[in-house]
């Protein structure tokens, strides 16, 4: 009856022309309103103009409905107006619903390692002959000129685990380096929404990027590029992609990203570290089932490529597990005196070091923010060489546009253009050296000297001065190149 009561109460005071009745309310709280509640229209995307899917980082859409009109359904009956008001006066309460507990997402299934019922192997003609022999079957292969040997893709023979085959082959021909097909994925990470301001002022770096006459020359192995950006458009890269038919071709999300922060044009909304730079890239990668991927087999075949081209050094904004062949391809790399740089990872501080970032040859970048601050995710370890700003990072998005990125990924160009810059301008200095003057210009953070956080601290080009690869020596007991050291810092 009260129920009965309160709702004719309600009707006279509509037919009254009360808009609202505030608390205190003597049949119970709440303000009794007949406006309607306005509406989300959230459709920014995280500022990127892709629609905010290159790395999960942006909105997309209000819990509203956003622009296209999911308003949730409407609160008018079919015959309209207020009159369902009138009506559901003297109708009885419906009975409360049960709370609904929300649903959780199913978790994404875990990526593959590697690839199934496969080997990738570095050896002569007669040794892939003698594995066809054992019951492998050469699935590719191509002359490696960087190591001087085939490298070949093999289906292991049926019954045999890639430990037993892999155990087979090499019991069977010594000579060869024979490992899982491995996969290595872009290293990035969720970013914001925001646009911050040109990373590159936390180290000192110009503006235009012009620091000096020389032209440098890049390698890039990474995803696919959007030549078609505007940041991009008119920069001297050369592409090569390895992705063949059936696979579906990567996304040109991660490449496009690091590609403008090295060589992306003055005067667009991503200028490059060096835009004047040549860009030497391959797209090693491939898309399946919604994993950027590549292997092994794809990144010593990019490996051989990039380094017949005359490269100041090589930009790995990638990570995975450690290989034998991968490592030799490396170690061929750095005895040509040509560097690398790599991302030490983003799985976190605590998580084993990634690959090639963890091989004794390659300079490795880790990231902080515009505080100096480490990034969270960042891997750490004895490896670690160099700082530089990593977190919402600006650069170009994979359609047009851009957007903050996050990443180890994002940190490597960084030290890639200070090397690129250093060799272009003084060529006769030695890996060793270059890496020595960049130790020279870090602003240290951390625990003094190198820490496994910072590696030997934050690169500051403004600091950078070539010369001081011949004149100052590493930090005793502190190897400069190619040492690994201990949380505490010593060997």
């Known amino acids: ?38 509406l989300a229209d959230d459709d920014d995307g995280g500022g990127d103009d892709d629609g905010g899917g290159d790395d999960g ?28 008001f009138f009506r559901d006066l003297f109708d009885p309460a419906p009975p409360p619903s ?19 019922a496969e080997l990738v192997a570095i050896g002569s003609a007669e040794d892939l002959a003698a594995a066809e022999g054992l019951g492998f079957l050469v699935i590719a ?21 890639l430990a037993q085959a892999r155990q087979r082959l090499v019991a069977a021909r010594p000579a060869v380096a024979a490992d899982l097909n491995h996969y290595y994925r872009p290293e990035a990470a969720p970013g914001c929404a925001e646009d911050p301001c040109l990373a590159r002022s936390l180290i000192g770096w110009p503006r235009d990027g012009v620091l000096s006459a020389a032209t440098p020359r890049i390698g890039l192995i990474d995803t696919g590029i959007n030549l078609a950006h505007e940041a991009l458009k008119d920069r001297r890269i050369d592409l090569t992609s390895l992705s063949d038919a059936p696979r579906d071709p990567s996304s040109k999300v991660h490449g496009t990203a690091i ?61 995975g597990p450690n290989n034998e062949v991968l490592q030799r391809a490396v170690a061929a790399i750095a005895a040509r005196d040509l560097m690398m740089v790599a991302a030490a990872g983003n799985d976190g501080p605590s998580a084993d070091p990634i690959y090639p970032a963890a091989y004794p040859d ?14 969270r995710r960042a891997g750490r370890g004895g490896h670690i060489d160099f700082a530089a700003p990593g977190v919402d990072v ?26 690129a810059h250093v060799r272009a301008a003084s060529p006769d200095l030695k890996r060793a050296e270059v890496k020595q003057a960049l130790a020279a210009a870090v602003e240290d953070l951390g625990a003094p000297g190198r820490d496994p956080v910072f590696g030997w601290g934050l690169l500051r080009l403004d600091r950078l001065d070539p010369a001081a690869g011949a004149a100052s020596p590493p930090a005793p007991g502190v190897p400069i190149e190619g040492g690994r050291i201990h949380p505490t810092g010593m060997n």
């Not at 942006?58 to 369902?84: K, L, M």
């Not at 191509?142 to 292991?156: D, F, Q, W």
């Not at 390659?362 to 990034?375: E, G, I, K, N, S």
């Not at 650069?395 to 030290?415: D, L, M, N, W, Y």
């Open 98 to 116: 049960p709370p609904q507990r929300a649903r959780r997402a199913a978790p994404p299934p875990p990526r593959p390692a590697y690839a199934p």
């Open 259 to 319: 590609a403008a922060l090295l060589v992306g044009a003055n005067g667009s909304r991503t200028p490059g570290l060096l835009p004047n730079a040549e860009l030497v890239a391959v797209d090693a990668f491939h898309h399946e089932r919604g994993d950027d991927r590549s292997d092994a087999y794809d990144l010593v075949r990019a490996l051989n490529i990039v380094a017949a081209k005359d490269v100041d050094v090589i930009n790995l904004s990638l990570a």
């Open 57 to 84: 980082g942006g909105r997309s859409g209000s819990g509203s409905g956003g622009r296209d009109g999911g308003r949730g359904g409407d609160d008018r009956d079919d015959d309209g107006g207020v009159f369902p």
């Open 394 to 419: 600006w650069t170009a998005a994979s359609v047009s546009g851009a957007r903050p990125r996050t990443g180890t990924s994002f940190a490597a160009p960084f030290i890639t253009a200070a090397i």
């Open 362 to 375: 390659v300079t490795v970048a880790t990231a902080v923010d515009h505080r100096y601050r480490p990034y």
């Open 1 to 38: 009856m009260a129920s009965v009561l309160r709702r004719f109460a309600l009707g006279v005071l509509f037919l009254a022309g009360a808009g609202a009745v505030p608390d205190p309310w003597p049949f119970g709280g709440g303000v009794f309103s007949l406006a309607s509640p306005a």
């Open 141 to 161: 292969d191509e002359e490696i000129g960087l190591v001087g040997s085939r490298l070949a893709r093999l289906r292991v023979p049926a019954g045999l685990t």
